[in-house]
């Protein structure tokens, strides 16, 4: 298991130090700055093994994270629990940075003791920390003991994410189905390869502990129940979609996603991310870029054209939008504010390059373009979320639900 | 008001300050001065000397105060043991506390810190808390078990606290539930043998219903424990992957690839031909492909673990090519391993595409990523026979770009390619030697030179290229000039008549002027060869060569199928088995994966029961301590195991082949010696390689066990020579220690009485540890068995020949045979073995094996020749046994 944990700032200076196991002694924190923070070449894998000693770092912002570990320890846990140990001091204090670190340090190290305990980790759930883990420090006298025991019983308990008792006015919830569209093209605009990947995001704000239910138009449930809603599938346009794979947040309950591919869940409190999922077939590719011989392309929208790094001047004619170039990030940069569905647009730009003797080849970086559309390239529609809490007796009538599309662009590259 | 200024406080007399700050009677200073404390501590100062002033502001009822005294105290209290018994009377009231937080805060602490005499007292607290009302309690008292394990394992043994872990497993929470799995897995990992996970059906049923209820992390420890469990047929294994499959949708990769490796395990025990098998594989391709949009360091982890996968089931994976393509923002090391698992996914089907890919990447900027996708154009050439003009046609191009390491990369891989296709594409040859002078590393240099070599009589000037580089011969690494010694014999061969001088020349460099052995001596042997006998030199050096095989960087099938077994830990991201990195014995059992077992044959376990061992005896896991070539001289640590009758090692041969897969577990739990692994490969036809693993696996772990090799009893004693007194025996070494083995019968006619025994002085030293005991009298056609103990401090007396005893020194060969390496040359698989006799003679041994050849080659070196004839006779008892 993880034997310990150490944060350190981008110079290398430790910032946070936790030891959990007698085989890590302190010149690890040392070997992790030498060999890796300090290290001459930039390090090649997120693992490095030194005299034996296994370290795993994840680096955000300018903090590098490091986990150590003389074990064969369980690799994937390790790099999960050190970004959900990124969430849960975002949860806290907003921005992770060196100041922020510091300013917490009583905070985190409260922390550590709590979700790793002899370097397994435990309950790491925001919600449930929040109850005891707290920036003033909690008064042991204050709490009674009826609360006392349910904060144990909620760290412990089946539903972690969630403590009882909560109640709104006004109950209300919000689901963003986020996408981002991955594409890869080549020169000649053949799609190389293209994915959707989507997060569906609920913000809650429902009292008691509210049963949901959540239905989309994947394919696999429509066709499961058949011809009786075949009426529903001619109505809908796009009528369903085929997922390709899909992950949940732990609150769902998996097995019976597995058995009747339904998702029902009891929510935490506040925004979550409910579901992740993945699509390939029958995308709605919102942009093409067509480059040609000089760097060309089409489509509030961004297209970035990477320029070899030896250029001088740069002369550009768009139809539409602004583009410019920027010598600091050596690329072209076209903007365009509002773009009308079928369209074309052209930009065309001259790029005059110094005579050098840098044999180093430039690397052709491809065309790559930023947009947000108010769609779901993948056609993902919300067909239900129930809502049903038995003690309180509310429904989904009672709810004021909200739902937003959002298609993004991700990885949206052409090769020219 | 922040916290950072507690980090830049270094003044002077710091301490001192500090020490009246904790005295203080204010709260709030004191709470100030803790934090100070422990802002030193982070960064490294020595605050060490604050120890008393800390310890008494341990009592207190703010919960901050005190978690940070606790801080303080799991860093120092090592350093001060006198002291830190003062905390122990605060640890002892707080796990009373009506707080469960700060019972559970006490009984974590306690188990942190590492003083024996706080051990003792943290005993009774911890009972308590095992059985504490409240799960956060319990929970918290599980882990503490495994830590109190730790610092003493006998104390966590006698104090029974191992039961009440084993008890927890069933507790109603299910967080308990996980914690208490954990520990238990690690207590047991530091015990091979024991029981301690007692997995049972029941067992795993409670399991799988936690694995619902507890927390994504709870989950993690559930599967990896889960998956160490061998299910007793395929039905079992079928319900429970069938209920492992839902954990294949959590958003946490790490519960993802537990749940793969679970999966990847037990379908080993399935039939291919069942329905479910089918299912379970087209389920088993979208998560992985998920994980790969997950973090790129958990990418990384993943890629490494498919990597694997894509090995030992390429099924899985082999529709989804696209996937693997890399991003022009990845980061290296996942663009790395995408391209190795692209080569590998690489066929017929998809070629077309994948060659456009490695083109683009051959253009990129990073070195290591560009050498690699010329290499991988090269290997798609070799492993698709369709694609290979195509593919050398793109290295052709990339030659032409002149770019310095693509160019070397690409001759480097054109040879493979004229090694697979003789006579194909020699065309390219031109412009292959057009580009001679910008090589500089001596792999590309080394492959150009085989090439003018092999084809010498194609390239007009060969004789000049060769010369060119014989310039600078000594500056050359050994690996350039081995080749081009080798190049030029062939070229004289080839062309005898231009090329004497150079050919002289290039002997006289490799023998007189080199120090390098291997080039001496290959200097001398073509030498020898070509003045003697040019006609043998010209079969020997222009022989036609073996073609070489289609995959190239596989990972040998007994390490795969263990590695399969680590799926998502650190030994399936290195490559490398545990006992690799990880330092003494923890985490050095060997895993395997389970055998295949149809539910139709009623077998108690499908380890032991098919190889006909008795049943139940052994563990699933063997341990062996450390690498499979690791610790050998390491002798006593197995458990000693009786050993099966060597009768059933022909039953043995037909288990193996059915099970495949398993070889490696099946003989290794059975601790067979020597005879059956040996002769397994030859039957199998199975990778020598991994028969090979198996057979010195065993002699590592099982040296000392008794069922090593032990001869077949001999007639020592006819009965017509002693009145009737037929003795036979044999000589065997149980755990170490020698006896003699004694059978004798009375076929005379009368009642046998009073035996003795008495040995002659011999060349091993030996003596009876123990007078001769044969209690009742031997009446007629009766038989007793006895062993006998030996002795090795008997006078030691050189007998020529060494001849009576030559029984004894194969029999304790056969457990004291060390093998030093493993190496496989050409096709063969070389054993370096040492030998000790008990009279210390030593014994050098080089055994060479062919796969697919019953004949084995053994060669000898040893200060004592006599010996050497008992040597080969024991070897091939042991192997033709």
Known sequence: ?416 | MTDSKYFTTTKKGEIFELKAELNSDKKEKKKEAVKKVIASMTVGKDVSALFPDVVNCMQTDNLELKKLVYLYLMNYAKSQPDMAIMAVNTFVKDCEDPNPLIRALAVRTMGCIRVDKITEYLCEPLRKCLKDEDPYVRKTAAVCVAKLHDINAQLVEDQGFLDTLKDLISDSNPMVVANAVAALSEIAESHPSSDLLDLNPQSINKLLTALNECTEWGQIFILDCLANYTPKDDREAQSICERVTPRLSHANSAVVLSAVKVLMKFMEMLSKDLDYYGTLLKKLAPPLVTLLSAEPELQYVALRNINLIVQKRPEILKHEMKVFFVKYNDPIYVKLEKLDIMIRLASQANIAQVLAELKEYATEVDVDFVRKAVRAIGRCAIKVEQSAERCVSTLLDLIQTKVNYVVQEAIVVIKDIFRKYPNKYESVIATLCENLDSLDEPEARAAMIWIVGEYAERIDNADELLESFLEGFHDESTQVQLQLLTAIVKLFLKKPTETQELVQQVLSLATQDSDNPDLRDRGYIYWRLLSTDPVAAKEVVLAEKPLISEETDLIEPTLLDELICYIGTLASVYHKPPSAFVEGGRGVVHKSLPPRTASSESTESPETAPAGAPPGEQPDVIPTQGDLLGDLLNLDLGPPVSGPPLATSSVQMGAVDLLGGGLDSLIGGTNFAAPPTAAAPASLGAPIGSGLSDLFDLTSGVGSLSGSYVAPKAVWLPAMKAKGLEISGTFTRQVGAISMDLQLTNKALQVMTDFAIQFNRNSFGLAPAAPLQVHAPLSPNQTVEISLPLNTVGSVMKMEPLNNLQAVSSRLQSSNVFTIAKRNVEAQDMLYQSLRLTNGIWVLAELRIQPGNPNLTLSLKCRAPEVSQHVYQAYETILKN
Not at chain 1, 152 to 175: A, D, K, P, S
Not at chain 1, 214 to 228: A, C, H, S
């Open chain 1, 1 to 416: 298991m993880i034997g310990g944990l150490f944060i350190y700032n981008h110079k290398g200076e430790v910032l946070i130090s936790r030891v959990y196991r007698d085989d890590i002694g302190r010149n690890a924190v040392d070997a992790f700055r030498v060999n890796v923070i300090h290290a001459r070449q930039q390090v090649r894998s997120p693992v490095t093994n030194i005299a034996r000693t296994s370290f795993f770092h994840v680096k955000w912002s300018n903090i590098w994270l490091a986990a150590v570990t003389k074990q064969n320890v369980n690799a994937a846990m390790v790099f999960e629990f050190l970004y959900k140990m990124c969430d849960v001091m975002a949860a806290y204090f907003a921005k992770i940075s060196e100041e922020n670190i510091k300013n917490n340090f009583v905070l985190i190290y409260e922390m550590l003791d709590e979700i790793l305990d002899f370097g397994y980790p435990q309950n790491s759930e925001t919600g449930a920390l929040k109850t005891f883990i707290t920036q003033q420090g909690i008064k042991s006298q204050h709490q009674t003991k009826e609360e006392q025991s349910q904060i144990t019983r909620q760290v412990t308990g089946q539903i972690g994410w969630r403590r009882e008792g909560i109640t709104y006015r006004r109950n209300e919830l919000f689901l963003d189905v986020l996408e981002s569209v991955n594409l890869l093209m080549s020169p000649q605009g053949q799609v190389l390869s293209a994915h959707v990947s989507g997060r569906v995001v609920m913000k809650s704000y429902l009292s008691g502990m509210p049963e949901c239910k959540f239905g989309m138009n994947d394919k696999i449930v429509i066709e499961k129940q058949g011809r009786g809603t075949a009426d529903e599938t001619s109505k809908s346009g796009k009528q369903s979609i085929a997922i390709d794979d899909c992950t949940f947040h732990q609150c769902v309950r998996l097995s019976k996603f597995d058995s009747e591919r339904s998702i029902s869940f009891i929510p935490p409190d506040g925004e979550f991310e409910l579901m992740r999922y993945r699509t390939t077939k029958d995308i709605i590719l919102p942009f093409r870029v067509i480059p040609l011989v000089r760097e060309v392309g089409r489509t509030k929208l961004e297209v970035r054209i990477p320029t070899p790094l030896n250029t001088s001047g740069v002369q550009v004619i768009c139809m539409k939008g602004k583009a410019k170039y920027k010598a600091s990030e050596n690329a072209i940069v076209w903007k365009i504010k509002r773009m009308a569905g079928m369209k074309e647009s052209r930009i065309s730009g001259e790029i005059e390059l110094l005579p050098t003797n840098d044999k180093k080849k430039w690397a052709r970086p491809p065309i790559s373009m930023n947009f947000e559309v108010p769609f779901a390239p993948s056609g993902l529609k919300v067909r239900y979320l129930k809502v049903f809490e038995p003690k309180l007796n509310y429904s989904d009538h009672d709810v004021i639900e909200w739902v937003r599309y959002i298609g993004r662009s991700g990885i949206y590259e052409t090769r020219c």
